[in-house]
């Protein structure tokens, strides 16, 4: 028996999330099919987290359980080979066999994407939010402190959560500019990239945190108020659901590996 770990970056526009669905159309049933296509057995695969329909992912990580012999350099390739043009197989390595994709991992890192540009990209509009209103970036920035370390997130997650918990830790969250598309003599302020790395996240978190990070930049709510809407752990007292598209899940971390 051989334990296969692999990275995997898919656009989720039309999928149901990660997760496997009755109706067959999530990442999971397309990676499980692919795989039986090649070694003909039927595996399942565990993944280092959910991802919502619409989320997108740059670095997921998943595992299995295999008998195949298929040299580990080959997987990648012939896996690509048997999957959509929209879901690829970037990495694969033989992990010891109590590796677990989702127990194992010590940070996720989210990404979440804001143009900010008077229209938006025609080739990128699926993977980001297009909001062409005036925002105080520098506002958002400085609510993003009060984020960081271990707090209980149940005003930053979904009233539908199950989890025993919401306390987790936030290493760090920071936000990137990027202003080339930018047109001369217009009010355009390029794209806002809110990146945030945790010990882990709540069902809809990093979009609930994005949500309101757009009302501190409109105005609606002040920097500080993040502080308070932590300390409240009411889910009301924080800002809407941001849309699945602008997020991306963007790395996770292994503590022998990345």
Aim: aromatic content about 8%.
């Amino acid at each position: 028996m051989r334990n296969i770990c692999m990275k995997v970056s898919y656009d989720g526009t039309n999928y149901s999330g990660f997760q496997t669905q009755p109706d067959g159309n999530a990442i999971q049933d397309y990676l499980e099919k692919a795989i039986d296509m090649l070694t003909g057995e039927k595996v399942k695969i565990h993944a280092s987290g959910r991802t919502d329909a619409g989320v997108h992912a740059y670095g997921q990580v998943f595992h299995f359980h295999t008998t195949s012999k298929i040299p580990v350099e080959r997987w990648c390739m012939a896996l690509n080979s048997r999957l959509p043009r929209d879901i690829m197989v970037t990495e694969a390595r033989e992990v010891p066999l109590d590796f677990h994709s989702r127990r194992s991992a010590k940070r996720k890192t989210y990404r979440y994407t804001i143009n900010a540009n008077q229209f938006p990209d025609l080739f990128r509009r699926n993977t980001e939010l297009h909001h062409p209103g005036k925002l105080n970036v520098e506002a958002m920035s400085e609510g993003l402190k009060y984020l960081i370390g271990t707090h209980d997130f149940t005003s930053f997650a979904s009233r539908h959560s199950t989890k025993p918990s919401h306390i987790r830790t936030v290493y760090d969250v920071h936000i990137e500019r990027d202003q080339s598309m930018c047109r001369p003599g217009t009010r355009d302020q390029g794209l806002i990239h809110l990146y945030i790395t945790g010990n882990g996240f709540l069902q809809h978190m990093v979009r609930i945190i994005a949500g309101t990070l757009l009302e501190v930049g409109k105005g609606r709510k002040k920097p500080e108020d993040i502080a308070s809407i932590l300390e409240a752990k009411d889910r009301m007292k924080a800002g809407p659901t941001a849309e699945s598209k602008g997020l991306i899940l963007w790395n996770v971390e292994y503590e022998n590996f990345n």
